[in-house]
């Protein structure tokens, strides 16, 4: 089963940084820690640093699209939390996605 839920609250947020472990890149930082549930909890995060509301709302739909697209790929059980970089502002799709599949692999949560 692909598919995928928001992670929201801020103590869930808390939660994945505090005890997930995290992996980067020049575009984004991930964290993912098991949650022990059969489905994957996605939660996005972009700092008022990386641009204005425009940027950033943009760089949300970004990454939500790679992940929605990508989320068949992903084993389940995880709340991952994925932190924009400002050196994502100008770049498209394709970098974005690239970048989540590239820590994905690295966090070894490809099936």
């Known amino acids: 089963m692909g598919g ?3 992670l929201k609250r801020y103590a869930d947020f808390q939660t994945v940084y505090k005890n997930g472990k995290s992996y ?5 930082v991930m964290y993912v820690y098991e949650n022990r549930t059969d489905i994957n ?18 760089l949300t739909r970004i990454i939500r699209e790679s992940v929605r697209l990508n989320s068949e790929a992903l084993k389940v059980g995880y709340d991952i939390a994925i932190i924009a970089r400002a050196a994502l502002r100008d770049k498209k799709y394709a970098e974005a996605s ?6 994905c692999r690295l966090h070894g949560i490809l099936r």
């Open 4 to 6: 995928y839920e928001s």
């Open 24 to 28: 980067a890149d020049k575009y984004l």
């Open 41 to 58: 909890r996605v939660g996005i995060s972009v700092s008022k640093k990386v641009g204005n509301s425009i940027v950033r709302h943009r």
């Open 98 to 103: 690239g970048a989540f599949m590239h820590l």
